[in-house]
């Protein structure tokens, strides 16, 4: 098991709640109001992230800046539409960094990232949507 799915299971960050970091409301609507729909891309979200957060621990532990920002970037999406504007932001941070070389200072954000990632996973595993 790599670090990152171990971060994944084992969190202990304790900054701020996690309902603080997705908006139930807004994966709703961002899914046109298809609780299913909804539903569907959380799944895909959190079976994706492991292996994505595996590959970026990787891409900057080898200085890899094409894939780091390619992998940061793929993150945005999601995160916004879930409502996780902050964690949102600290991808974006990555992906800055990575396009404009700044390797250094980069395995520290990604560990930033992957606590908050942590907790926005928690949490997704607990919003449920109204069926019309």
């Known amino acids: ?3 990152a799915q171990l971060s994944l299971e084992h969190s202990h960050a304790t900054r701020r709640s996690a309902a ?3 908006d139930a409301d807004q994966i709703l609507k ?3 109001n298809d609780a299913e729909l909804a539903s569907e891309l ?3 979200f959190q079976e994706d992230l492991p292996t994505t957060l595996e590959n970026l621990q990787t891409a900057i532990a080898e200085e ?3 894939i ?6 793929s993150l945005k999406t999601p995160l916004g539409m879930f409502g996780a504007a902050d964690v949102r932001d600290q991808a974006h941070q990555i992906e ?3 396009k404009q070389s700044e390797v250094t200072g980069l395995e520290d954000m990604f560990g930033e990232l992957l606590t908050e990632l942590t907790e926005v996973s928690r949490e997704l ?3 449920q949507f109204d069926q019309p």
């Open 30 to 32: 961002g899914a046109g």
């Open 68 to 73: 780091v920002t390619r992998l940061a970037h």
């Open 125 to 127: 595993q607990s919003v």
């Open 96 to 98: 800055l960094a990575a």
């Open 1 to 3: 098991m790599n670090t």
């Open 64 to 66: 890899d800046l094409e």
């Open 20 to 22: 603080d970091r997705v």
């Open 42 to 44: 959380i799944t895909m």
